[in-house]
């Protein structure tokens, strides 16, 4: 029998989620099917035998103070009252030759303004430069963005100029272009502002600036914030929404077939329900994909794909990370960790464009050269996720899926346990006694991303924010597709992270409202 539905949601990332709940309190019948066991996608936790092992979340924006697109969805489906957002102190610490003694950049901009002149007096004038520039970016998407009152913006429209010249004249430019701009070769300043690029992107000469502006931005306006109790809390409030909303969420379903009618509208889903057996079919006018658009393409029939897949074909993707968890006998914190986050530098970084070299340092077993890590210590703020007395640290590098192809599954295992071995030896020799206390561990690598997330390369952002040298100025998010009711709910809709896959979604279901309104 097939089921009919106002929208199918196929997959359960934050983009999927966050569009399916706002279709839903719009007073739409909506079925959400994921191939994964749970709920989230990347945001998810799970459990590795007495550990809890959070999947993706370092950080991410609190809407209430800074300009952030997931306030919008936070107001809208009371996620204030369910989600409590637990602050991180400072931004993070910073260890590596380059710097010499480790540097903390704080929250707040008068406050990394301070610290940086403090570490970097004769840079003094410049740093109070960068930190305008990215100030004027913040508040020029913040009014054109739709947040506030028209009496608003007529009080703030005298500075609206200048803010709208700082987007303009870097809309083409790179992270490293600004930086160069700004700071010259100093090349310790530049790592101190950017020490965590692998939360964005692996390369600074081809990470577009106003993904730099903007997320970091945020980070740097109003701190980052760790989801009380885990991310998984955020997905499963997502799809607890859906169903209160008379809707229909299915895990261990996974879509193979999205198919078209005559007049080139989506019409239905086809699907394997491997908790009941057997395919099934699910009647919608509207798809939110939260598959990548590789994934969808291949669902489509073969009059339409070609197409849809078009828009995507040229488009590089985003990075993908090693994840590795360890749980710890005692706190951290009794072993000289310091901060929630901390960047550790290799000494064979001597310039912030040499993060571009890490990626491939996991395609050989570990050797002399660890790549950028970036260590987070849960257990230094209210997280709540720990649970048996584990005390959990994560540590993320930047990966490729390339990294381990051709390797059989046992040579891939033996890589893996390699690095794992490496990764916890380097924490050791900064925080000794950390191998000695670490009880429990798990890595996943690009391959498990790909395998878990179903994204091409096993990227984790979408497509790469990459700065559009040349052709016409386009908006980075798009989330209409050239088939009618088929719209793209995920980061690959443009701009990755908790933030962008939430807005993505969020402008998903705001789009196809749009569009229904329209039609009558
Ligand atoms: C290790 C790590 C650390 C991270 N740290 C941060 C951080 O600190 N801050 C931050 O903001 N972001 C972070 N991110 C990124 C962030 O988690 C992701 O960008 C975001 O969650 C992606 O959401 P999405 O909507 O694109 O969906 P995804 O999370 O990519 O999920 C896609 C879903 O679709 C499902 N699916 C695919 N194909 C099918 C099919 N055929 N049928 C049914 N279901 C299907 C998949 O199973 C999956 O559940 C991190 C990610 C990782 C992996």
């Not at 697109?69 to 380059?98: C, S, T």
């Amino acid at each position: 029998m097939t089921e009919q539905f106002d929208a199918i949601v196929i997959g359960s990332g934050l983009g999927g989620l966050t569009a399916g709940a706002m279709y839903a309190r719009a007073g739409k019948r909506v079925l959400l099917l994921e191939r994964n066991a749970g709920f989230g996608g990347a945001a998810s936790t799970y459990r590795h035998g007495a550990m809890t092992v959070e999947a993706s979340l370092h950080e991410t924006a609190d809407p209430r103070r800074t300009i952030d697109p997931k306030g919008a969805v936070f107001e809208a489906l009371d996620l204030y009252d369910e989600i409590e957002l637990a602050p991180v102190p400072d931004f993070h610490e910073i260890r590596g030759p380059m710097l010499g003694e480790p540097f903390v950049l704080p929250h707040g901009f008068a406050a990394i303004e301070a610290a940086l002149i403090a570490r970097f007096p004769h840079q003094k004038k410049n740093a109070k430069r960068f930190l305008r520039h990215v100030r004027r970016s913040l508040r020029a998407l913040d009014f054109v963005g739709g947040g506030h009152s028209a009496l608003w913006r007529i009080a703030n429209a005298a500075d609206f100029p200048l803010e709208l010249w700082a987007v303009m004249r870097d809309f083409r430019s790179s992270l490293s272009d600004v930086l160069q701009r700004h700071f010259g070769d100093d090349e310790a300043i530049k790592i101190a502002l950017a020490a965590n690029l692998p939360y964005f992107a692996d390369d600074p000469d081809e990470f577009w600036w106003l993904g730099y502006a903007i997320a970091q931005g945020g980070f740097l306006q109003g701190g980052g914030n760790y989801i009380k109790g885990g991310s998984q809390r955020l997905s499963d409030r997502l799809a607890e929404i859906i169903r209160e909303e008379n809707g229909v969420t299915k895990t261990r379903c996974t879509v193979y077939g999205v198919d078209v009618d005559p007049d080139g509208a989506v019409s239905q889903v086809r699907y394997e329900d491997s908790e009941s057996g057997g395919s099934k079919t699910a009647e919608a006018a509207v798809v939110f994909a939260n598959a990548a658009p590789h994934v969808v393409a291949e669902m489509l029939p073969e009059e339409s794909r070609e197409g849809f897949a078009e828009s995507y074909r040229d488009k590089p993707l985003s990075i993908s990370l090693l994840s590795a968890t360890f749980g710890l006998s005692r706190p951290p914190a009794e072993l000289g960790v310091t901060h929630y986050s901390t960047v550790l530098v290799p000494e064979w970084v001597r310039a912030l464009s040499d993060y571009k070299k890490s990626v491939e340092i996991l395609a050989e077993a570990p050797g002399d050269k660890m790549p950028v890590l970036t260590v987070v210590d849960y257990n230094q703020i209210d997280s709540d996720i720990r649970e048996d007395g584990l005390y959990a640290v994560n540590v993320v590098c930047v990966d490729s899926t390339e990294n381990w192809e051709g390797l059989d599954a046992g040579a891939y295992e033996a890589r893996r346990e390699a690095w794992r071995a490496a990764i916890l030896a380097r924490l050791d020799q900064e925080w000794p006694g950390f191998e000695a206390a670490a009880l429990s561990s798990t890595v996943a690598t690009a391959r498990s991303m790909q395998r878990h997330l179903n994204t091409p390369g096993g990227a984790i952002y979408g497509f790469a924010l990459r700065p559009p040298r040349s052709g016409p100025i386009r908006p980075p998010r798009q989330v209409e597709t050239n088939i009618d009711g088929l719209w793209l709910a995920s980061a690959f809709g443009g701009g990755g992270g908790f933030t962008g896959s939430m807005a993505c979604g969020a402008a998903a279901a705001r789009g196809a409202l749009a569009q229904e309104a329209d039609k009558r």
